[in-house]
């Protein structure tokens, strides 16, 4: 098949958990790569390697453990700036996932400073948002007095934007979207809202938690002034994410918490802070973590994001296809896989989705069954949850099939016509 990854049977030894037989005999089928990805054994060396070799906290200890810890740290932001192509490595912020990022700049935006949102501002997102970009900017209209709007979504799953200049007016500070949706798995125009955003002086801030894992990230061009990815989703470790922001930006944000390594000096009366990233990294960060994030970008660099994006619309073309073939079931979103992402929510009629993947799950396929943390988007489509088959990098031809042969089998199971 065009654009698949080459050697993929080789790529797919790489991940160990992959060659796992489940109960009843049935070999693994992951495909709930959006809810988080599988782990390449690099990462997971990397990660055990710094804790038998090099375990030691970081810009602390004034010996020669808390050097390489301190290295191998700062290391990882090296490379996560080169990965997604920022400026500056001053700029990678990290944090412990996309939602604290997300939370950190909608919390800052509304304190004291240079960019603080507040009454009669306005604040717009998008009805496909993951609740991760609803509720921090709820939560932030709420405090200041200021207005939540968002675009809305077409009837094939893509975001409106013919009604862009009335959306964005001299009154918006903030615009904030997902490059790529996690339910609908639609590729949204960020560089072109931002070209609107920034007409009026408003802050984008992106959600790239869906993009960074299968689109070249070039933060610069994506018109973005902040931007969120989460490490888990990048055959990287859990609790590791990364906030990027232009410096200009991040340098007129306060602190969003506050303790050791964020300050430069402390006084009973007051404090002063550090300068770009450590202002953000209050505290003991998840150093082990971030190693491992540096060995998963390295990992997906040496395959070539153009190579993984390719494999991905492939793959996903494929599963198109494949669904189109099962009776009663619709497909949520766009049906054309060049502008969509890997996650592919959809409805078996007659069958609730926890059915459908409980029924999947006992032949060895895992998806998730859900609303998939958005709600808003779900309820625009008049359903209440939906099932969603997300695939990767690892993601064969063959797994594809079992999906549908899976499908065919619920179908037969629930005694559907």
Not at 128 to 141: A, D, F, G, R
Not at 226 to 253: N, S
Request: net charge negative; aromatic share 6%.
């Amino acid at each position: 098949m065009d654009g698949l990854l080459p050697d993929l049977e080789l790529i797919r030894k790489d991940f160990p958990i992959l060659q796992r037989t489940l109960a009843g005999g049935h070999p693994l089928v992951y495909l709930d790569s959006a809810n988080t990805s599988q782990k390449p054994q690099v990462v997971i060396d990397t990660m055990v390697d710094h804790l038998e070799r090099h375990n030691a906290n970081v810009a602390r200890a004034m010996h020669q453990l808390g050097a390489e810890s301190s290295e191998a740290f700062e290391a990882a932001r090296d490379k996560v700036a080169s990965f997604i192509k920022a400026p500056s490595r001053d700029e990678v912020v990290f944090t412990k996932n996309a939602s604290e990022a997300l939370n950190l700049v909608a919390n800052t935006l509304a304190w004291k400073g240079p960019l603080q949102v507040g009454e009669g501002d306005e604040v717009v997102i998008t009805e496909m948002e993951h609740h991760s970009n609803i509720v921090p900017w709820q939560l932030l209209t709420e405090r200041t007095g200021a207005t939540l709007r968002w675009f809305g979504l077409t009837d094939d799953g893509h975001l409106d934007t013919s009604n862009i200049d009335d959306m964005i007016t001299e009154r918006t500070k903030v615009v904030s979207l997902t490059w790529v949706s996690n339910m609908l798995g639609t590729v949204n125009p960020v560089a072109e809202i931002a070209r609107r955003a920034h007409e009026v002086g408003a802050i984008v801030v992106v959600d790239a938690s869906q993009a960074a894992p299968q689109l070249p990230v070039d933060v610069v061009a994506s018109g973005a002034d902040l931007l969120a990815f989460t490490g888990h989703k990048v055959v990287g470790p859990t609790g590791i994410g990364v906030l990027w922001g232009k410096r200009e930006v991040l340098d007129q944000l306060p602190p969003f918490l506050g303790g050791g390594e964020m300050i430069e000096t402390v006084t009973m009366a007051r404090s002063t802070y550090a300068g770009i990233p450590h202002k953000f990294e209050a505290g003991t960060p998840p150093i082990v973590e971030a190693v491992g994030l540096g060995a998963a970008v390295d990992y997906l660099s040496h395959l070539g994001m153009e190579n993984v994006h390719a494999h991905e619309q492939a793959i996903t073309a494929y599963a198109l296809e494949g669904l189109a073939t099962v009776p009663g079931l619709t497909v949520l979103g766009p049906l054309d896989a060049t502008q969509r992402g890997g996650a592919v929510a959809f409805e078996l009629e007659g069958v609730h989705p926890h059915d459908v993947a409980q029924v999947l799950d006992s032949r060895g396929i895992a998806v998730r069954a859900g609303h998939h943390c958005a709600k808003p988007a779900h309820a625009r489509f008049g359903v209440q949850s939906s099932t969603r088959a997300s695939s990767y990098l690892y993601t064969t031809p063959a797994e594809i099939d079992a999906l549908v042969e899976g499908l065919e089998y619920a179908r037969s199971y629930f005694k559907l016509a």
